[in-house]
């Protein structure tokens, strides 16, 4: 049968595409061995997680990153929630507005925070307080895209209306019905967007670069700038923590939607 | 719905619940519309108006005249060539790469390995990517060290190495570089979008093809390519705005030696390389109207596809 016979053609870019995978995660593994002249170690990944100000970037940027998933379930849940019920009509204006931190690139974005933000009437770079605040939204906008559709898509899943009016005749309020019925039921979706959006909070170098604020991002430029062995343990770190979100994205919510981007370019 | 007495009281009831459930559904999405348009239309829309400003405030046209600044006109050329070869290179490697493990039939340890990295890689960006490859391609990285120890004796005793690629011109941290790098996310994200079209091609189509005669490359060009091409350009358009709008990978790896569009704005941001703030937003905007071309066409393209390859 012709069928059976090897696709030599298929079998080569198979092979070109594990060579370009495996060469250089296989090349970062190894130099990242080999601070120690003569040996291979660990040592490279002993500086990095011993380094204060490796353990400081990193806190201060997994508190930002559970900051943002806080307020951006806070502000899209309830909003695609009323979408469904109450303003079908307005979806697809909805879809338009949180699409576009796809279309602005990242740098243009922050650009206009500064321009808008720093100077008269509104001062919000002024002290390292009011500046979180603009990065929390700005980390908010950029997760947008990944957080509204998640909770979007979970949300078409369910009967809104069946369970709203069950849960009304049964005496809830509009914050039990959100929060102790739709909530539970779209917990797939929800952590599925909150892991996106944690993981790119962690990996984000653009806004906290230029709104100086002390995160992962810039910290690892500085140091790809002054060592040569850390910054493969790092890149090896970040591999492992990439891998580990998709997987928990996966067991979230099964296959949905395009796929996310966790880092930034 | 309330009931109309003759009590004016309750006439004023009535009327409260027949205006009031359009104004509350409205209120409800409030919050959203107002965080939305603080903290996305506001700085976009002041970018933008400050592209047409000048320094006084006064409208303009002049900031669009930035594109004609060699270095400005530099950049976007740089930015579009690594944008365009990167999405080329990336979707021709990635559509292969995806028929070898939909319709291509790789050995299935093959296939499963290279779905879950197209995942992985494609999603592998930024700052640890550039570390990635500094520590496989830079002076002293793994591969280039392998590369570099290749060597063949020579005529008159001397040895001949011809994969020292630092000696032969090659360099990480140049635009090639730069290309190679970036292909590390490219032609994964090719991968995982035009696979699921690969495999809305029926298989009927190809027997339909056979019994009129047809061999593979009359399949391939009469059949599947026209049917497919929505979805390739779509996707060649999505890794090109992916690569067009990269600022930290590049900035990692070279530390802004290479004049991209996003380089430049970034430099801008910090000290007004070009002495004039105006220019400097019209030269943001610029990038947007590029992005927002390339989506436009993308959701054209998308319904296109969407006809054909329903399952």
């Given at each position: 049968m012709k069928t059976r016979k090897l696709n030599l053609w298929a079998l080569f870019w198979a092979i070109v595409g594990l060579l370009y995978f495996f060469v250089p995660l296989y090349g970062t593994l190894d130099f990242s061995l080999?601070?120690?002249?003569g040996r291979l170690s660990l040592k490279a990944y002993q500086v990095v997680l011993s380094d204060p100000q490796f353990l400081a970037s990193f806190r201060y940027s997994a508190t930002m990153g559970l900051i943002t998933v806080a307020v951006s379930i806070l502000l899209f849940l309830p909003t695609v929630y009323w979408l469904h019920l109450k303003?079908?009509?307005?979806r697809p204006i909805v879809e338009i507005l949180t699409t576009l931190p796809f279309i602005i690139p990242v740098i243009v974005f922050v650009f206009g925070l500064i321009r808008t933000f720093?100077?008269?009437?509104?001062?919000?770079?002024?002290s390292a307080f009011t500046t979180d605040i603009l990065i929390t939204a700005g980390y908010v906008v950029l997760s947008m895209p990944y957080m509204y559709r998640s909770i979007d898509i979970g949300m078409r899943t369910i009967d809104v209306r069946g369970l709203t009016e069950a849960a009304q005749s049964l005496g809830s309020n509009w914050f039990q019905i959100l929060f102790n019925v739709i909530l539970p039921n779209l917990r797939g979706a929800v952590l599925g967007g909150a892991l996106i959006s944690f993981a790119l909070v962690i990996g984000e170098l653009i806004l906290g670069d230029f709104l100086v604020r002390p995160a992962l991002g810039p910290y690892m430029v500085q140091v790809g700038r002054d060592a040569a062995y850390e910054p493969a343990a790092m890149a090896m770190l970040s591999w492992g923590l990439t891998w580990i979100c998709l997987i928990l994205i996966q067991f979230a919510?099964?296959?949905?939607?395009s796929a996310p981007q966790l880092t930034g370019r | 719905m309330a009931e109309i007495t003759a009590n004016p009281e309750s006439v004023k009831v009535v009327k409260k619940v027949r205006v009031a459930p359009a104004v509350q559904n409205w209120l409800g999405v409030l919050p959203f519309f107002l965080f939305v348009i603080v903290f996305l239309i506001l700085p976009s829309t002041n970018l933008f108006a400050g592209a047409f400003q000048d320094q006084q405030g006064h409208f303009t046209l002049?900031?669009?005249?930035?594109?004609?600044?060699p270095f400005v006109l530099k950049s976007y050329l740089v930015s579009l060539q690594v944008s365009v070869i990167t999405s080329l290179l990336g979707g021709v490697m990635g559509f292969f790469i995806a028929y070898a493990i939909t319709?291509?039939?790789?050995?299935r340890w093959m296939r499963a390995v290279l779905m879950s990295f197209s995942g992985l890689a494609a999603n592998f960006g930024g700052v640890p990517l550039a570390f990635a490859f500094i520590a496989t391609?830079?002076?002293?990285g793994f591969l280039t060290g392998i590369l570099k120890h290749i060597c063949f004796p020579a005529a008159g005793g001397a040895q001949t190495c011809p994969f020292d690629i630092y000696n032969a011109g090659?360099?990480?941290?140049s635009v090639t570089g730069l290309t190679l790098t970036y292909l590390y996310f490219q032609f994964p994200l090719m991968v995982l979008t035009i696979a699921p079209a690969l495999e809305g091609l029926k298989r009927e189509w190809r027997e339909a093809s056979q019994n009129l005669g047809g061999n593979t490359f009359h399949y391939w060009w009469h059949v599947a390519l026209p049917i497919l091409w929505p979805s390739i350009l779509g996707s060649s358009i999505l890794l090109f705005a992916s690569a067009f709008g990269a600022y930290a990978t590049a900035q990692a790896l070279t530390g802004g030696t290479i004049y991209l569009v996003t380089i430049m704005i970034g430099a801008q941001i910090r000290g007004d390389v070009l002495n004039n703030p105006n220019e400097g937003y019209a030269l943001a905007i610029g990038m947007v109207v590029v992005m927002a071309v390339c989506i436009v066409v993308y959701s054209l393209l998308q319904r296109r596809t969407t006809r054909w390859l329903k399952s």
């Open positions: 080999r601070m120690e002249r303003l079908p009509q307005a720093s100077g008269p009437p509104f001062h919000l770079t002024e919510g099964r296959g949905r939607g | 002049n900031n669009v005249k930035v594109i004609l600044d319709i291509g039939r790789a050995p391609l830079g002076h002293t090659f360099n990480l941290y």
